[in-house]
């Protein structure tokens, strides 16, 4: 059974393009969080998408946006690239109305560089 | 607001050796901790967890009590092992949020 899937694994961006990240979930989950992890530091919480709709959102400027499609995969598109946009982005997975600790499962994740 | 704080790595061992790593936080009521291993190229994945005061949670070897009066949740391990090598995350949640807030994480390294 595959667990997450995110593509691509690796990047690279001029500052001031836009780029999309994709995320496939687990099976049987139906709820995708992204997170933006900076080289040292511990996951920063940006969105997560439960029934196509963002029901929860971090502290984020909108040049971070998401999408969640029928079948639940996600896209995290981030407009305007800064240099501080490097990092790495996590996707994780989780089953229904469920929190951090009931099924989170995260991806490997895709490496931004803004160059 | 909720914050994490854990000790600064790397944090470098024989293999046998014993592991203490510090984590204490400022959170509103009684958050449920967490703590997470990320292995080189890998996510997050989930070592262990505890949801209220006094509970110990354990996980291949890994053990961390929940101290309220201490605000802490210190990860230990009696005897690493060189597969343990890998970037440990202590992380909170808040009652009835979904938004989780990390630590900064801290490296391991164990020597053989």
């Known amino acids: 059974d595959a667990g997450v899937t995110q593509s691509p694994t690796h990047l690279i961006k001029t500052r001031g393009q836009q780029v999309t990240l994709r995320c496939s979930p687990k099976?049987?989950?139906?709820?995708v969080s992204w997170y933006q992890q900076a080289l040292g530091q511990g996951p920063q919480f940006i969105f997560q998408?439960?029934?196509?709709?963002?029901?929860q959102r971090g502290n984020f400027p909108d040049r971070f946006s998401g999408h969640q499609f029928p079948n639940y995969s996600s896209e995290l598109n981030v407009n305007a690239l800064l240099l501080g946009d490097s990092a790495l982005y996590l996707c994780?997975?989780?089953?229904?109305?469920?929190?951090?600790?009931?099924?989170?499962?995260f991806g490997s994740g895709t490496r931004l560089t803004v160059v | 607001g909720d914050s994490v704080t854990q000790m600064e790595g790397p944090v470098t061992l024989s293999e046998e050796a014993c592991l203490t790593i510090?984590?204490?936080?400022?959170?509103?009521?009684?958050?449920?901790l967490f703590w997470y291993v990320q292995y080189p190229g890998e996510g997050l994945q989930l070592l262990l967890k505890?949801?209220?005061?006094?509970d110990k949670g354990s996980n291949k070897g890994f053990e961390a009590t929940y101290r309220k009066e201490t605000t802490s949740f210190h990860l230990e391990k009696g005897s690493v092992q060189v597969s343990d090598s890998a970037v440990y995350f202590c992380?909170?949640?808040?009652?009835?949020?979904?938004?989780?807030?990390f630590g900064r994480g801290t490296s391991l390294i164990v020597h053989p």
């Open positions: 099976s049987g989950h139906d709820t």
């Open positions: 992380a909170l949640l808040s009652g009835g949020s979904y938004i989780p807030t």
């Open positions: 505890a949801t209220k005061a006094d």
């Open positions: 994780a997975s989780s089953p229904g109305d469920s929190r951090l600790d009931y099924g989170y499962t």
């Open positions: 998408y439960y029934e196509e709709e963002e029901r």
């Open positions: 510090n984590c204490t936080y400022t959170a509103t009521g009684y958050p449920s």
